[in-house]
């Protein structure tokens, strides 16, 4: 994607939201994990999570038993991560961006971005994680898509508080093709179906860790929350408001 699109405290930026990511957002399905080390084929593998946010998916590796690094740009995020738990104590998080990442050469067995490749794209960061990969590694980019409605709804309440048309880092974001114009060979793509569910009041806190919800300017905010709240109450199914997921793991193998 063209990077120019993030800004700080803008869209792309997830430092101001993070209170609200570490609370929100969901991990990810124990078979998108199992898959993931079937594909490894290690017992204790040397990973990378790049765009590691406050930890959610960096703890799932790690209870996986996989030496595990996790790095973001956001130290506001890192700080979060490392404070999540006793076990997390255990993971080396630290803030670099994906293009420029603290490590040697032929580091890691592993490279993972779980909903976050999307937002490094760019030649440097793919150089960066073939550097660090071992010879054969490989990168798994992980994605959460909608089968449902549950993003568009929010995108067109959102709108309704935000004056310029709202972007979309996903809008031609397709990762196997990314992987294979960068060198990667053996591509694979596997799909697990998911459901989360939240209460309205988690599913307004989930709104809140949309980087678009950075575009809402602070005097609108209350009334956002508000519109979103009994927007929430009103789809709700027994107290739960559903959102249907495709988890997609897209891997590539890297040969030097």
């Known amino acids: 994607m063209d990077t120019s699109i993030r800004a700080k405290k803008g869209?792309?930026?997830f430092g101001s939201l993070s209170t609200n990511y570490a609370k929100a957002r969901k991990g990810f399905p124990d078979e998108s994990i199992d898959f993931?080390?079937?594909?490894?084929?290690?017992?204790?593998?040397?990973?990378?999570?790049?765009?590691?946010?406050?930890?959610?998916?960096?703890?799932?590796?790690h209870e996986k038993s996989a030496n595990v690094f996790g790095?973001?740009?956001d130290a506001d995020m890192i700080r979060l991560a490392q404070g999540q738990g006793d076990s997390r104590s255990k993971i080396k998080y630290q803030?670099?961006?994906?293009?420029?990442?603290?490590?040697?050469?032929?580091?890691f067995d592993t490279v993972t971005a779980f909903s976050a490749f999307h937002w490094f794209t760019t030649?440097?960061?793919?150089?960066?994680?073939?550097?660090?990969?071992?010879?054969?590694?490989?990168?798994?980019a992980i994605n959460k898509n909608e089968i449902d409605n549950f993003k568009k709804e929010n995108r067109r309440?959102?709108?309704?508080?935000?004056?310029?048309e709202l972007p979309d880092a996903k809008k031609?974001?397709?990762?196997?093709?990314?992987?294979?114009e960068n060198g990667f060979r053996n591509i694979d793509k596997n799909h697990f179906p998911v459901t989360?569910?939240?209460?309205?009041?988690?599913?307004?806190?989930?709104?809140?860790?949309?980087?678009?919800?950075?575009?809402?300017?602070?005097?609108?905010?209350?009334?956002?929350?508000?519109?979103?709240?009994?927007?929430f109450k009103q789809i709700a199914k027994g107290g739960k408001v559903e959102r249907r997921l495709e988890v997609v793991i897209v891997s590539g193998q890297y040969f030097e």
């Not at 030649?123 to 798994?140: C, N, S």
């Not at 309440?157 to 310029?164: A, D, H």
């Not at 031609?172 to 294979?180: C, F, G, Q, R, W």
């Not at 989360?196 to 988690?202: D, M, Q, V």
């Open 172 to 180: 031609e974001y397709d990762s196997a093709v990314i992987l294979k």
């Open 36 to 61: 993931i080390f079937e594909k490894i084929g290690q017992e204790s593998p040397r990973v990378l999570d790049l765009g590691c946010g406050t930890g959610i998916a960096t703890e799932q590796l």
């Open 196 to 231: 989360e569910y939240f209460s309205p009041s988690e599913a307004v806190e989930y709104v809140q860790t949309m980087s678009i919800w950075n575009l809402v300017p602070e005097n609108k905010r209350s009334e956002a929350r508000k519109k979103f709240s009994e927007h």
């Open 123 to 140: 030649k440097e960061a793919l150089d960066e994680i073939k550097r660090v990969l071992k010879p054969r590694g490989i990168f798994f």
């Open 95 to 107: 803030v670099a961006p994906a293009e420029k990442q603290p490590f040697a050469n032929d580091e």
């Open 11 to 13: 869209y792309g930026d």
């Open 71 to 73: 790095t973001d740009i």
């Open 157 to 164: 309440i959102l709108q309704q508080f935000v004056e310029r």
